[in-house]
Every structure is written in C-alpha cells, then in structure tokens.
C-alpha cells in the first residue's frame, strides 16, 4: 500500500520570503500522480500543484515550484513571495497512474502560518 | 456554478440516529469519492464509486451506506450515529477514462459537511 509522509506538522514563514514544505511517500509502482493540495480555514480543498512521475521536470505554478525527486521518492513544495493568503494546511498526496481502483492517498498536513 | 456540492454544510445530531448527506457533481466526471477528515485533519478515503457501480470500500463500518442513483450524485447514510462519526465528510470527484494517464488525476472536492454527534 501507498503511504504519504509529512514530517512537519507546522511551519510558519516571514511574508515575502521562501518556504519549503516537504513530502516523502512510498511506493512499488512506477506511474503515478503527486499533488499539492491546499486547505484554508474555509476548509475547502484546493489543488495547488500537480506532477506526473513520468515527467522528469518539476512542475511549476507562478509563485509554487515542487521539487520532485522520483528515486528518492520525495516531493516538496516550494512557495516564493510568500503572501497572507498562503496560510493554510497544505497536505500532498499520491494517486496511481494505473487504471481501477483510483484514490488520493494524503499526508498527514503542514501548517503554514504566514508571520506579517 | 458549483461543480461539486454537498449538503448540509453542517450537521448537528444526537448519538444514535441516523442521518445523510448528499453530494451532486456537474463536471460529467465517472468517479465519486466520500472521504472523511478527522479532528487532527487526517483525509482518509471511504468510498469511490464509479458510474454508479461501488470500486473502493475501504474498511468502513456498516453504519456507513453509500448510494449512487446516477453517476452525477453520491450520498451518504449513516445509520446509528456515534460520537465518533464526528468529522468532516468530503465529497469529490474525477474524470476516469480507459487511460488512466490521459487524465489529470486530480481530485475536485466539494466544500465539506461538518457532521457533530452529541
């Protein structure tokens, strides 16, 4: 089974400075997808970044950049200009790549705090 | 136009009775998802139903039945209701086709019922 590790429960960073979170996970499979997922005190989920693992460039949205290192089995996120509105649980999680029996499977969260 | 909604939004019940909660998605996407957020925020996955027809079941009580009337809409009954049961429920869904890897893969959630048992 697939398994999604977040081992820093909480991180806070300085507005307009950089931030790492990361995310290690473990898997047999060689197909798969990772995501970024966000969740503000709305409790919403929203997708913040994806990757597929057969494409060897990280993927990259405006201020977030992952850091995906498949033999490591490690993807971190990387928000720059960090803003008020990035404060949330960011959670990553897995998804196979193989047909039947598709589900996220999610870490355990990161809480950013963004400091003023 | 919301693409996938659940009610109610919140819910808040007595130990032992039975309640539901209901979750439409207009994105004509196959796949639909409960998956349940605990105290400590935890996602797990419950259930995946596929054009109507049950995929994953993932260890859930019985209490716990969902049902699928059309692959647009997926509810959840619980019978019995414990204090444990107390969680967010969300809702999601995802396109599936033939290729898996044609797809984005990615999951879109509704806004979340908080289910409270007292």
């Known amino acids: 089974a697939q398994t999604v590790t977040q081992s820093q429960p909480e991180m806070s960073v300085q507005e307009a400075e950089t931030v790492t979170l990361s995310c290690t996970y473990d898997t047999s499979e060689s197909d798969y997808y990772l995501f970024w997922y966000k969740q503000p005190p709305s409790r919403q989920m929203i997708l913040v970044i994806r990757q597929e693992a057969y494409k060897q460039q990280n993927a990259t949205e405006n201020r977030f950049s992952v850091n995906f290192q498949k033999a490591a089995k490690s993807f971190s996120l990387k928000i720059s200009d960090s803003q008020l509105g990035d404060a949330a649980m960011y959670f990553c999680?897995?998804?196979?790549?193989?047909?039947?029996?598709?589900?996220?499977?999610f870490g355990t969260g990161t809480r950013l705090t963004i400091i003023p | 136009d919301t693409a996938v909604s659940q009610t109610p939004k919140y819910l808040v019940t007595q130990m032992g009775n039975d309640k539901s909660i209901k979750c439409e998605q207009n994105l004509g996407h196959d796949t639909m998802y409960w998956y349940k957020q605990d105290s400590k925020k935890f996602l797990k996955i419950m259930f995946s139903y596929n054009n109507k027809e049950l995929i994953i079941n993932e260890t859930v009580p019985n209490r716990f039945s969902p049902k699928s009337p059309d692959k647009a809409h997926l509810n959840l009954h619980i019978n019995s209701l414990e204090l444990g049961d107390s969680a967010v429920y969300f809702c999601?869904?995802?396109?599936?086709?033939?290729?898996?890897?044609?797809?984005?893969?990615?999951?879109?959630f509704g806004e979340g019922s908080r289910l409270t048992v007292l």
């Open positions: 999601a869904s995802s396109p599936v086709d033939g290729l898996a890897l044609a797809n984005t893969g990615e999951l879109f």
């Open positions: 999680a897995y998804r196979t790549g193989y047909f039947g029996n598709e589900k996220l499977t």
